[in-house]
């Protein structure tokens, strides 16, 4: 039985010791998207380090249709934020490639812009930037490596998507915040139509290993074969010794 708040306590005092050990002093930086993930994650730093070393940052691509729910959750938690709207560089850099981007690349640009914002913010304000990702994604490969894959630190990448939801109550945010239908913000999908399957569904697999449909099961083993690599270490060559 999942204990969420015994896991959200923990999870508080583990990022108030990563900032003791990896920048005392300094500031959680959140890339907030209106969703569920970047709510708790913000959340958890705001009670972990208090409101006023949180930075939440704002990055529409043009217009946002979802941008109110990123603003009530800053305004909800009282934390200091940036809007930062991203369409001029991502034009700029369309622009500047010679060549048809593919379709993957049109997807994947916009977050790895993103998180060059976010390190652009984090080193002008004494920051470490916060990776948003949860168990559920990371476990099928649902996101952007060097994108919103990266990070300094990352609270709930150990979770599912009902644990955070658990533990996104415990922390009194708005159930508009915690219940919102995730949405990848890429190509104007739901994550489970473009996924074809539910989260509630790849969250008991990964915690029971029970699905009960075969040819959604093999979907998942797939994904998560595919893309186990965007989870480890760069690959390095080690030269022999002589």
């Not at 934020?81 to 916009?110: R, T, V």
């Not at 060097?146 to 630190?153: E, H, I, S, V």
């Not at 915040?177 to 969250?203: H, M, Q, R, S, W």
Request: proline share 4%.
């Amino acid at each position: 039985m999942f204990n969420a708040e015994k896991v959200k306590n923990e999870c508080v005092e583990w990022i108030r010791d990563f900032f003791e050990q990896n920048g005392k002093g300094c500031n959680a930086v959140v890339g907030i998207s209106g969703g569920k993930d970047s709510s708790i994650v913000a959340a958890l730093c705001a009670e972990a380090l208090g409101k006023e070393r949180v930075i939440g940052v704002l990055m529409p691509n043009g217009e946002q249709a979802d941008i109110d729910m990123a603003k009530l959750l800053v305004s909800h938690l009282g934390i200091k934020h940036y809007i930062i709207n991203i369409k001029d560089a991502m034009d700029g850099l369309k622009n500047s490639i010679p060549f048809e981007l593919s379709e993957q690349s049109k997807i994947n640009l916009p977050p790895r812009v993103r998180m060059a914002t976010l390190y652009a913010v984090s080193q002008s304000h004494n920051g470490r930037v916060a990776n948003t990702c949860n168990l559920s994604e990371d476990w099928v490969g649902y996101a952007t490596r060097y994108g919103d894959a990266a990070g300094d630190f990352s609270p709930c990448s150990h979770l599912t998507v009902d644990e955070m939801k658990q533990i996104g109550r415990l922390l009194g945010l708005p159930d508009v915040l915690v219940d919102k239908t995730p949405i990848d913000g890429l190509c104007g999908k739901t994550d489970e139509e473009n996924l074809g399957f539910t989260y509630a569904e790849l969250d008991r697999y990964i915690r029971e290993g029970v699905i009960e449909d075969e040819a959604k099961k093999a979907r998942i083993d797939d994904l998560h074969r595919k893309n186990l690599f965007k989870l480890e270490m760069m690959p390095a060559f080690k030269p022999g010794k002589d």
